[in-house]
Structures are given as C-alpha cells and as structure tokens.
C-alpha cells in the first residue's frame, strides 16, 4: 500500500530560487505540462498547464496567466509546448504552430491548417528548430526553421507515417532522430521506425523497428554526452503499460528496459546519469518514480510521492510538475535526488492575468475568473508547503523485455527528402541560425557559445554579423491564396473544407495514438469555463 508522509514547513512569501536550464522538448509525454527555464532569459519561467500558460519574469516570484484562447480563438487546445533558449514559445496543436516572443502575450501563427505533435530546437545551432506535421491523412511531414519559428522553408522530409517524436543530440552538431509509425491505407497503424540525419535532414537512414511489435515510440531523450545513446518511451497499442526503452548503437537496436506498470508522464537524464522516470497512477497503480543510478542493474521503484507530470534539474536539485489535486502543488523541488519533493508553487499561487497584455486581458477575462473561484486564487503569499516523501517500493532489473506487445504487421514505409529543387518561402540561405557549436561551448542565448537569433529575424549561414546576409523580414510568404508549401507555412489561408476535415480526423488520431489526457477536475470543468 502507497503510504504519504506529510511534513509543514513554516515559509516566507514565495520566491523560487531557480537558475537557468537548457529548454529541451518533451514530446514523448502524453500532455502539455511541463516547464522551462530560458537560459538567455535568467529571470523568466513558463509553466505550461493544461488550461494555458503562467509565465514568470522575476525569477519565480510570481506567476501570470495566459489563456490558450489569446493564440488560439478556435478553442483548439495544445498538444505540447516547446520554449527556446531566446524565450520564443511555441504550442503545438492540431490547427497549426503558433508562436510567441513576449512571454505568452501575443501571438503569430507559423504553420497553418496541419497538425503539428511536435518540435524541438537544435541545441547546437540557436534558432533552427524542426517540426512534426501531418499535412494529409496517412502523410507525415518534417519542416525546418532557422528563425525560431517565424518562418518555416522546405521540407526536410515527407512520407507515409504517422510521425511522433524530434530530438536533437547536443553532443554530435547536426545529428537528429524521428520517430514514428508507418502508414498505409486499412492499417490503423504500421510498425514503428527511426529516421536518423547527421545533417540536419538533408539526407536520412532509415531504422526498422518492428521487432518492438505493435507499439508507437516517442523519443524521451538523446544523451546529451552520446549521441547513439537514446531513450524511448514505448506505447503498446494492446493497452497494456508503457516501456522505457533504450538504444547505444544510433538506433540499430532498440532494447526495452522498464515495464512502468501505466502511463509514462515525466523522464528526465540526470546531469550525474542517474536515469528518472515516472507514471501519475491510476485506479490500480500509484504513481511511481523510478530512477536507475549509474552503474546499477535495476531500477529502483519509489511511492508515495506526488504524480509527477514532468522532470527538470537544476544543479543537485530536482523540479517536477504535480497534479493540483492529488497533491496539492503545482511545482515541487526535490534536494535528495527524489526522496522528498517539497511544494514550491500552487495553483492558488496565482497573481492574475499578465499584466500590461490587452489581447490577454481581452482573450482570458472570463476564464480567469473561472479559475480563481475554482483554485480559491490567494496570490503569491502562503503560510506554508507541503513535503510528499516518497518511499522504497522494490527493484525492477534493467533488462525486462520481452514487452508483449503482439505483431507490427506488414506496412512498407516510403518517405524521403523531396526529390528535386523545393521553393523556399523564407529568405534564408542554407540551415539558416548562427554557427553550430557542439557541447562543451554552450549554445544557450547569453552563455559562451553564442546567443539566440532575435526573433522574427531570418539570417544567412553566416548568422548576424561580418559575412551574414541582412535581416529577412519575418513571414516572407503570400499572404493570402496558395501556401507556399505543403505544410501550410507562414500563415497561409484558412483551409478549405475538405482540407480541414483531414485536419480534424489527423488530429483526433493523433491524440489518441498519444494517450493523451487531462486532469480530472480541470478536465472537466474546461467546458464551463468556456462557456462562461
């Protein structure tokens, strides 16, 4: 049985005391919290929720909120959200890319009519991102940025697949895996596979991986010291639990290494190596964390803990993102490696909408209102936090496949880079960004290495200075009639009916190929918050 030991510390007014972390995408998650510490920005913070954004300039101090309707009048909700090292936010949905250079407070649309699952930022290169796009039913797409999201050129790569995952390696400058699923007319779902690029996209290996069986893998990380060593998390369409799964050859071989007994929710690759990862619990399991120390065989399985929705570090000192109602905190630090996470941020914490923002006061007045009856909104001040220990729940080896999961079935992937010349829409020659830098330097805006590209500016390989070309203008695209290219950039038109119908049905199926889900009472109080 889960047992909880409460502790009450006696605390000042909060103040979070956090340094700066590189921002890293998460998509192997299954929802949308999540949060990020710009490293050009020391003082800002972005906590993603699911029922929008609270964003921090003053290191933690306070948090302000910002709807999802001030980006999205639709209603449309974010798959996930990504945050750059320049503080450019972008969120995920299935209506486009949406972007954001002022902490949350407007808005521009960078892809539009595809659904977007997911994008992540070249630590080796500031401003070059990649994004995930299904353009079409049964299609899947990848397209480059060189300008944090302003404006998206060619595809990188398009084909038959249901595509779920981009990382970065930080180590080997250039290196990037895809992951996904192959897609063919009366397979719900093909066999899983990993595309491979030393460069950037321009060309591409291949990697079959339905020896996993009927599953759907998501990239949880790239080993920032090793780039052909990569975590999975690994789906199994039978329902059963979700895998930790790993690859230390560039993903020739995948082997699963942790049955989590549900779903995943957090994952994290401790500075140290210690290995974490985490499930919220559900009728018949509690959640869990596990961690892996260096050197050890097994993971070792703890409880009793808060329902940890994400993982960060920051130096000996790990965040995570709770679950309001199970454990009453929103943000929680642990010092002990996991032993204890204390509440350092909740919900009623709260300290309004972002102040000076009339599209946020305009957008997100009635939902504001909605929320701080529903959290008892006090502002940032509180008596007290609350300590969730965790305790000793067994060891788990780290070599438990096989997993079970049953037969990929027969599904012949066909996906490339476009054969031939493609029209770019932005005015960047090349990858675009500033010089690559790989680790060792440090790429994070600020820090040796170099800085982020100012947002909306589009430069030459050369980057902004001596040799560069000048500034682009951001959204070099028609604005209206046919979009530039297949993925919808730059904010093309609004899609025509039969255009968003297969927008609709990909992004149905995708979030369910992503097990996504909400918290129970925000869940379902989202509706009425609509509504009124």
Known sequence: MSVMTRRWITAAPLVLLLSPLPARA?????????????????????????????????????????????????????????????????????????????????????????????AAFDPTKPGFLFALTNPGFDQGAVVASSDDGACFGP???????????????????????????????????????????????????????????????????VDPTDPDTVWFRVLLLNGL??????????????????????????????????VFTATRGDATHPAALWRLAPGSAAFQKLEGGPHLRCLRENGSTLWGCGDHLADGMAIGRSADHG??????????QMNGMIPDCPSVQSA???????????????????????????HDAGFAPANAGPMGAGDAGACVLAGGPPAGP??????????????????????????????????????????????????????ACPSSGTCAHPTGGCGCGAAGGADLLL??????????????????????????????
């Open 339 to 348: 032993e204890t996470f204390c509440t350092s941020f909740t919900f009623q």
């Open 422 to 475: 493609e029209p770019d829409p932005c005015s960047a020659a090349g990858d675009g960004g500033s010089a690559e830098v790989a680790d060792g330097g440090t790429t994070d805006a600020g820090a040796p290495g170099g800085g982020g590209l100012d947002a909306g500016r589009t430069f030459s390989d050369g980057g902004a200075g001596a040799g560069g070309s000048a500034p682009a203008a951001a959204g």
């Open 241 to 274: 639990s979700d895998w930790l799964a790993v690859t230390h050859d560039g993903g020739k071989t995948v082997t699963p290494v942790l049955s989590l007994g549900g779903t995943m929710s957090a994952f994290l690759l401790a500075a140290d190596g210690t």
């Open 364 to 390: 997100c007045g009635g939902l504001w209102g909605s929320l701080s009856q529903m959290f008892k909104v006090t502002g940032p001040a509180d008596a007290g936090y609350e300590c969730l220990t965790e």
């Open 155 to 221: 595809l990188r790569w398009q084909g038959n697949a249901t595509l779920t995952g981009v990382e970065f390696s930080r180590s080997r400058p250039g290196r990037v895996y895809v992951a996904g699923n192959a897609a063919c007319p009366g397979v719900e779902l093909g066999p899983p596979f990993l595309l491979r690029s030393d460069d950037r996209g321009q060309t591409w290996t291949t990697l079959d991986l339905s020896s996993l069986g009927a599953v759907i893998v998501r990239i949880a990380r």
């Open 503 to 532: 927008v609709l049905l990909a992004s149905a199926f995708l979030r369910r190929a992503r097990h996504s889900y909400r918290s129970a009472s925000i869940g379902s109080s989202r509706e009425a918050f609509r509504a009124g």
């Open 26 to 118: 998460d998509g192997a998650m299954p929802d949308e919290v999540n949060f990020f510490f710009p490293a050009g920005k020391p003082d800002e913070r972005v906590l993603t929720t699911t029922f929008g954004l609270l964003v921090s300039q003053n290191g933690g101090a306070t948090f302000e909120y910002s709807c999802e309707e001030d980006y999205n009048a639709n209603g449309t909700t974010a798959n996930l959200y990504q945050v750059a090292a320049d503080g450019t936010i972008l969120a995920d949905t299935g209506f486009g890319l949406y972007r954001s250079i002022d902490g949350a407070c407007t808005w521009s649309q960078a892809l539009a009519n595809v659904s977007v699952l997911d």
